[in-house]
């Protein structure tokens, strides 16, 4: 039987938990290698609302771009055990019933499953600075856990790589909509990981076509773009 290992500044984990916690594995630096080489773990959370300070996450979807394709064999998908959630409107337009919040999965158990799933890979989300401000609060105030991984944002690369080419609005469904991906479920995290995963398979390959062939070389143009991006603003 795990005792439960009682912190009063941090989570209460038990030993097992601790050790699967101690022993994630450190996120790979941005390599050189070709990005049809590079495994990428393309990310969804659903969350109880949109305030990264109080809201809390209540789904997980991931799937994993490798050897230039969505593999269908890895993929992760999880409900949170929330059962004391309010039923606000942001989890009625997710469909997530009250029963899933009430069955779902240990927080604790679920992100160590996710966090093993993601490995040392970088992480891919649409608006990916939300999905990681509240994925590394869950990280931290559930295993007292630091969220190390480099995310690149669906959502920059897009417009970047496609400035002659852009929809009017920045959203999921406009760049679905401008490359013809059909979306089954849209606000089901593993739904939206799937369609992010082929919008960014759609992305890859034209930065590919630009030169754009590691994700180091991917990750300087972004930085590149993003200031004169900002220059514009000034």
Same mark, same amino acid.
């Given at each position: 039987?795990?005792m439960p290992?009682?912190?009063?500044r941090?989570?209460v984990?038990?030993?097992?938990?601790l050790?699967?916690?101690?022993?994630?594995?450190?996120?790979?630096?941005p390599?050189?290698?070709?990005?049809s080489?590079t495994?990428?773990v393309? +990310?969804?959370?659903?969350t109880s609302?949109l $305030?990264?300070?109080? $809201?809390?996450v209540l789904?997980?979807?991931?799937?994993?771009i490798?050897?230039?394709g969505i593999d269908?064999?890895?993929q992760f998908?999880?409900?949170?055990?929330?059962?004391?959630?309010k039923i606000s409107?942001?989890v009625?337009?997710?469909?997530?019933?009250p029963s899933?919040?009430?069955a779902? !999965?240990d927080?604790?158990e679920a +992100?160590l499953?996710?966090?093993?799933?993601?490995?040392?890979?970088p992480?891919?989300?649409?608006?990916?600075g939300?999905?990681?401000r509240?994925?590394?609060r869950?990280?931290k105030q559930?295993?007292?856990?630091?969220l190390?991984?480099?995310?690149? $944002?669906?959502?920059?690369?897009?417009?970047?790589?496609?400035?002659?080419?852009?929809p009017?609005?920045?959203g +999921?469904?406009?760049?679905?909509?401008r490359?013809?991906?059909?979306?089954?479920?849209?606000?089901?995290?593993?739904?939206d990981? +799937?369609?992010?995963? !082929?919008?960014?398979?759609?992305?890859?390959?034209?930065a590919?076509?630009?030169g754009l062939?590691?994700?180091a070389a991917l990750n300087q143009?972004l930085?590149?773009?993003?200031?004169?991006?900002?220059?514009?603003l000034?």
């Amino acid at each position: 039987m795990n005792m439960p290992w009682f912190n009063m500044r941090g989570p209460v984990l038990d030993l097992e938990q601790l050790q699967r916690r101690d022993r994630l594995p450190v996120p790979a630096t941005p390599a050189t290698c070709a990005l049809s080489e590079t495994r990428l773990v393309v +990310l969804d959370l659903e969350t109880s609302g949109l $305030d990264m300070r109080r $809201d809390i996450v209540l789904s997980i979807g991931a799937v994993v771009i490798e050897n230039g394709g969505i593999d269908l064999g890895q993929q992760f998908e999880s409900t949170l055990l929330r059962p004391a959630q309010k039923i606000s409107e942001s989890v009625l337009i997710h469909g997530i019933a009250p029963s899933e919040l009430e069955a779902g !999965e240990d927080p604790a158990e679920a +992100l160590l499953d996710f966090m093993e799933f993601v490995a040392d890979s970088p992480i891919l989300a649409f608006h990916a600075g939300f999905d990681q401000r509240m994925l590394a609060r869950a990280l931290k105030q559930t295993l007292g856990h630091k969220l190390r991984h480099p995310f690149l $944002d669906v959502a920059e690369l897009a417009p970047m790589l496609c400035h002659d080419n852009r929809p009017r609005q920045n959203g +999921l469904d406009d760049w679905c909509s401008r490359f013809g991906l059909q979306v089954l479920q849209r606000h089901h995290a593993s739904a939206d990981a +799937l369609v992010t995963a !082929e919008l960014a398979l759609i992305l890859l390959s034209k930065a590919r076509r630009q030169g754009l062939d590691s994700l180091a070389a991917l990750n300087q143009r972004l930085t590149n773009w993003r200031r004169r991006q900002q220059a514009q603003l000034m």
